[in-house]
């Protein structure tokens, strides 16, 4: 069974910085992509970045050039690097690990952006 476990929200000040982790358990096989999903109260669940077995990132566009997505297969962790917050960055986060026939969502981890 996959467990994916985020970690690292916080309160930040706007202009700050914080990284998300999200680790997982279990055999993911070797293709796969990892999502980075930011929820706000009311709004559906919409994806900031994404990394796929291959390497290759995405961006949604109000986040690129701020944050980076990246793995160590090492740890089986995921990070997200998120630079420059702002209020609008405040949300719920979660992962979303998606292999052939599978989908597994993180439990979530809270970011509030405010002076």
């Known amino acids: 069974q996959v467990q994916l476990v985020e970690s690292g929200g916080g309160l930040v000040q706007p202009g700050g910085s914080l990284t998300l982790s999200c680790t997982v358990s279990?055999?993911?096989?070797?293709?796969?992509?990892m999502g980075w999903y930011r929820q706000i109260p009311g709004k559906q669940r919409e994806l900031v970045a994404g990394i796929s077995s291959s390497g290759s990132t995405s961006y949604a566009e109000y986040v690129q050039g701020r944050f980076i997505i990246s793995r160590d297969a090492a740890k089986n962790t995921f990070y997200l690097q998120m630079t420059s917050l702002n209020v609008e960055d405040t949300g719920d986060y979660y992962c979303l690990m998606t292999t052939p026939g599978h989908q597994y969502w993180g439990q979530g981890t809270q970011v509030k952006v405010s002076s």
């Open positions: 279990g055999d993911i096989g070797s293709a796969y992509h």
